[in-house]
């Protein structure tokens, strides 16, 4: 008998993207550790930095995103705000970008390969 496998198809809608976005105070030593400490903590679970206190990560789909989202909650500094943002691949494409008012071509998600880090 067969072995029945159920097809999983990479979609733009499907696959998504986390934006973390943060106000961190910075105004004493502690707390610019800690706000130190969560950037680094970003970075070590894969996000970039798009600007300043806004971070994005590639995610494979709606569980991996609330896997994420549950670790950055654990590690969340003992100040400040932190918004996380779930968007598809697909919304991601749309985001128009300007640097030093230049329009910047859009950017494109990871390959396949890196789906799978």
């Known amino acids: ?6 097809t999983y198809f990479l979609s733009g809608y499907r696959l998504m993207w986390i934006m ?6 910075v105004d004493t030593k502690p707390n610019r550790k800690a706000a130190t400490d969560f950037r680094h903590f970003l ?17 494979s789909g709606k569980e991996h995103y609330d896997t994420l989202a549950g670790r950055i909650g654990r590690h ?7 918004h996380l943002v779930g968007f598809t691949d697909k919304q991601y494409e749309n985001i128009v970008r300007f640097s030093s ?17």
Request: charged letters at 25%.
């Open 76 to 82: 969340l500094p003992p100040q400040g705000d932190v």
């Open 43 to 59: 970075v070590d679970e894969g996000f970039e930095m798009s600007q300043l206190s806004i971070y994005a990560r590639f995610c």
């Open 101 to 117: 008012q230049r329009r910047l071509r859009a950017r494109k998600s990871p390959g396949q390969l890196a789906l799978f880090d």
């Open 20 to 25: 973390c976005m943060f106000d961190l105070p």
């Open 1 to 6: 008998m067969m072995a029945r496998h159920e």
